[in-house]
């Protein structure tokens, strides 16, 4: 048989390729499934309880705090993590405890622990607000999210793929946190990117206009308002002969060019636009032709072609539809008489 023939490296390359096709597709069918539970983790925060197996090694919290503190100045990192989480769970209402718990934050984010250190931040939020410093946390939050999306999944794989919309919870959380800062920005624009790459061109176009309405004045206002109308088009691909979908997508390139008429993106805008309102065009010359040439019923191809000529004046075939619009027109004078 063929398969008998292959060497191992050979069938160690297909076995590879076969895992890389699975973990994908696992990636793809878990993904909405893991977004959700994230989110519901993220948003549940529950307080911490004494716990039996992370008792603190001091009486005090004073005591415990200056114990993990030397642990950690020994490079004991993960020890100090410990005694941090310990202190955090024993003497949850100690001026010690939003301190600990801060470190805790640190030192997860330093081992790289991402989603550990993100939820520990998050802890920080919701337990001790007004205790810890609030800007520098929310930094983290936002640094730790574009990490998880842009990690590498499954490195062993011809070097592994990203999954961006492992982050989707996360960045929502960031811009949830702080709505006002320059991270919330970043963080709704890369939300939107990540919708738009993954087709979900509805979602995307909804929150890319929520970045260009609530930061008008933002660093991603012209690209977020050039974004919703690509995404717009983009559903073009689903529905093809979607009249109303056209308008939408002109009007909202149409406002780009209003709101951003030196952007680099201008051109772009232009020419695609110009391309729809011809296919548009297109379409609409096609129903008036139809209703013309069923016979019959010279009003309604009279009625369409009208239409066709008030809406699209300067089109290719416009010359052409006015001209058939008259001879209708004097045809129908003619039995009249």
């Known amino acids: ?21 699975a973990a994908e597709c696992s990636a793809q069918d878990e993904a909405g499934q ?9 948003e549940q925060v529950a307080r911490k309880s004494p716990s039996l197996f992370n008792r603190p090694a001091k009486s005090t919290p004073a005591e415990q705090a200056e114990y993990a503190d030397a642990l950690l100045a020994g490079g ?3 020890a100090a993590a410990r005694q941090y989480s310990a202190l955090v769970r024993k003497w949850h209402e100690s001026p010690q405890a ?20 993100f939820r520990e931040f998050q802890y920080l939020i919701r337990w001790f607000p007004g205790r810890f410093p609030f800007d520098q946390a929310i930094e983290r939050q936002f640094q ?59 979602e995307a176009a909804r929150t890319f206009e929520h970045v260009r309405i609530t930061y008008p004045n933002g660093p991603y206002a012209e690209q977020a308002a050039f974004h919703r109308a690509r995404c717009i088009a983009a559903l073009l691909r689903l529905h093809p ?32 636009m110009a391309a729809m309102k011809e296919k548009l065009a297109a379409m609409a010359y096609e129903r008036a032709v139809f209703y013309d040439r069923r016979g019959g019923n010279p009003r309604a191809a009279i009625i369409a072609l009208s ?7 300067s089109s290719e075939p416009a010359l052409r539809a006015s001209r058939r619009l008259e001879e209708l027109k004097k045809s129908m004078e003619a039995h009249k008489e």
Not at 1 to 21: D, I, S, V, Y
């Open 1 to 21: 048989m063929r398969g008998k023939n292959l060497k191992p490296a050979a069938l160690f390359a297909a076995a590879c390729a076969a895992l890389w096709l």
């Open 34 to 42: 893991t977004e959700r539970s994230a989110k519901e983790d993220l």
């Open 76 to 78: 004991r990192i993960k």
């Open 98 to 117: 939003p301190y600990a718990q801060w470190q805790l934050s640190l030192l997860l984010d330093r081992m790289g622990r991402d989603k550990d250190a």
């Open 144 to 202: 730790i999210a574009n990490r998880i999306r842009t990690a590498k999944r499954a490195r062993f794989m011809f070097g592994g793929f990203e999954a961006p919309e492992e982050a989707l919870p996360f960045l929502e959380q960031v811009a949830k946190n702080a709505p006002r800062s320059r991270y919330a920005q970043e963080a709704m624009f890369q939300i939107a990117l990540i919708r738009e790459d993954a087709g979900d061109f509805e």
């Open 241 to 272: 002969r979607n009249e109303p979908t056209y308008r939408e997508a002109i009007a909202a390139f149409a406002q780009f060019l209003r709101d951003f008429p030196d952007s680099r993106l201008a051109e772009e805008a232009e020419q695609t």
């Open 307 to 313: 239409d066709f000529v008030r809406n699209f004046p």
